[in-house]
Nanobody, 123 residues
Framework: QVQLVESGGGLVQPGGSLRLSCAASGSIFSIYAMGWYRQTPGKQRELVARAAKGGTTNYADSVKGRFTISRDVAKNAVSLQMNSLKPEDTALYYC?????????????????WGQGTQVTVSS
């Protein structure tokens, strides 16, 4: 069983910074991509940033230039540095891993989610 454990959420003032971290554990052979999604009440979960194997990264337009995703492939970990935070960044942030191959699942890739970490931007 694969678990994604997130840390780093909290309360920050507008203009401030936070760093989210996520580590995947389990009998993992490889992970194609890791990233972050966020969700607010009444809205669909949306992609924030994603880092795929080979170094390809994707960002939501709303966070480009402010957020930076970094991935440690060897440690099955991903981080999100969030700068110049705005109140509209307030959300529950979820770590996401897709294309996960494990000892238990063999040749079938799976997708996993973390339990979420709250980020609140408010003065």
């Amino acid at each position: 069983q694969v678990q994604l454990v997130e840390s780093g959420g909290g309360l920050v003032q507008p203009g401030g910074s936070l760093r989210l971290s996520c580590a995947a554990s389990g009998s993992i052979f490889s992970i194609y991509a890791m990233g972050w999604y966020r969700q607010t009440p009444g809205k669909q979960r949306e992609l924030v940033a994603r880092a795929a194997k080979g170094g390809t990264t994707n960002y939501a337009d709303s966070v480009k230039g402010r957020f930076t995703i970094s991935r440690d492939v060897a440690k099955n970990a991903v981080s999100l540095q969030m700068n110049s935070l705005k109140p509209e960044d307030t959300a529950l942030y979820y770590c996401h891993a897709d294309g996960v191959f494990t000892k238990a699942t063999g040749d079938s890739p799976y997708t996993y989610w973390g339990q979420g970490t709250q980020v609140t931007v408010s003065s």
